[in-house]
């Protein structure tokens, strides 16, 4: 399972290129979806800002989660089974809150 992470500090250029990269992963590993994440944005910002990039994979299915609370957005993590996470190398925020993640085996930063 693919679980990508990312907080509003990622603008959406820099998504479109990082979710290719996600989503060129999950066809290697002959995976039907992907899980995104987003940390700290509202439902409104998500699809009205980056709605166009979800269309570049219509291939894969996109489980789309939005969480603004820290302790949820691990619970979350959990409860989804993300115990390989990518985030943005450049995104210092999800970086910090993975870290406190007791189940994450490995958080793999993308460029």
Same mark, same amino acid.
């Given at each position: 399972m693919i679980c990508f992470l990312l907080s509003s500090d990622v603008d959406v250029q820099t998504f479109g290129r990082? %979710?290719?990269q996600v989503a060129s992963l999950a066809r290697k590993t002959n995976l039907n979806h992907i899980n995104i994440v987003f940390f700290n944005m509202g439902l409104k910002k998500v699809f009205e800002e980056y709605r166009d990039e979800f269309? *570049? %994979?219509m291939d894969l299915?996109?489980?789309i989660f939005i969480e603004n609370s820290a302790h *949820?957005?691990?619970k979350l993590l959990n409860e989804v089974g993300c115990e390989i996470l990518y985030t943005y190398k450049g995104d210092k925020t999800a970086r910090d809150l #993975? #870290?406190?993640s007791p189940f994450i085996r490995e958080v793999i930063e993308l460029e």
């Open positions: 990082l %979710i290719l269309t *570049k %994979i299915g996109i489980r *949820k957005l691990l #993975v #870290v406190r």
